[in-house]
């Protein structure tokens, strides 16, 4: 760790915002064997390398680190560790969510996600951004490049296409969720699935009775594990009645 430095969240001066000073604070942060982050890189094409930091440091170091330039931004993304990559989209959600961010530096982040999409490549990184930096950008603009993204040989892409509507779902705006999950629903994807399941839930908390004309399309032939995470809310009865038209 440079001198004088101290770990996020204790006062101290402005760091250097570049993607080499984050790194190296990053690497201070491992302790001994690390944190264990394989779990969410078994589903990482290609399989990629983790530093062992604990997630909570990682989002703490982002957020001290959530005015850096988008140059270095991309750079992060351009790691081989997982740790510095979630690093890279916490800080572009970070600034995604700012008020103070303006229009032209909210298309930037968006382009910047897309253009680097290969390195955003498993589901918790897609997860952690998708939402404010694509779904965001995207609230007041026509919404076809998520129906392009979900057609999409890349599944990271497909995912990024239901987990965007997030954002749409929070102004309950809900129509895109339900049309891209239709178009999703038979998806050869578990990753997608359960993204498309758990979306449709998130979506049917604001209006019920949209989740349940859809289940009542589709239940009988969407995949077990995007009928389970979608009827997780409701009642017994109803869950019962699903479960029973995918038998």
Do not use: C
């Amino acid at each position: 760790m440079p001198a004088g430095r101290q770990k996020p969240g204790v006062q101290q001066a402005a760091p250097d915002l570049n993607a080499a000073v984050f790194l190296e604070v990053l690497q201070s942060f491992v302790n001994g064997a690390g944190v264990d982050h394989s779990k969410f890189l078994q589903d990482m094409e290609p399989a990629g390398k983790f530093m062992g930091v604990r997630m909570a440091d990682i989002i703490k170091l982002a957020k001290e680190f959530k005015d850096m330039p988008l140059r270095e931004i991309s750079t992060l993304l351009d790691s081989d560790y997982y740790d510095a990559r979630m690093g890279a989209v916490s800080i572009m959600d970070f600034q995604a969510r700012d008020k103070k961010t303006t229009a032209a530096e909210r298309k930037e982040l968006y382009q910047l996600y897309l253009r680097k999409h290969n390195r955003i490549n498993n589901g918790d990184l897609v997860d952690r951004s998708a939402p404010y930096v694509v779904g965001g950008y995207l609230y007041d603009k026509p919404r076809q490049p998520l129906y392009k993204l979900a057609k999409s040989s890349n599944v990271w892409e497909r995912r990024t296409a239901i987990v965007a509507t997030y954002y749409f779902i929070r102004q309950n705006d809900l129509e895109d969720t339900f049309q891209l999950a239709a178009k999703l629903i038979h998806d050869e994807n578990d990753l997608v699935n359960k993204a498309v399941g758990s979306w449709i839930r998130e979506a049917g908390k604001r209006y019920e009775e949209r989740l349940l004309d859809f289940l009542d399309q589709y239940a009988a032939t969407m995949p077990r594990v995007t009928l389970r995470y979608a009827i997780e809310k409701l009642n017994s009865a109803q869950k019962k009645r699903y479960m029973g038209m995918a038998s």
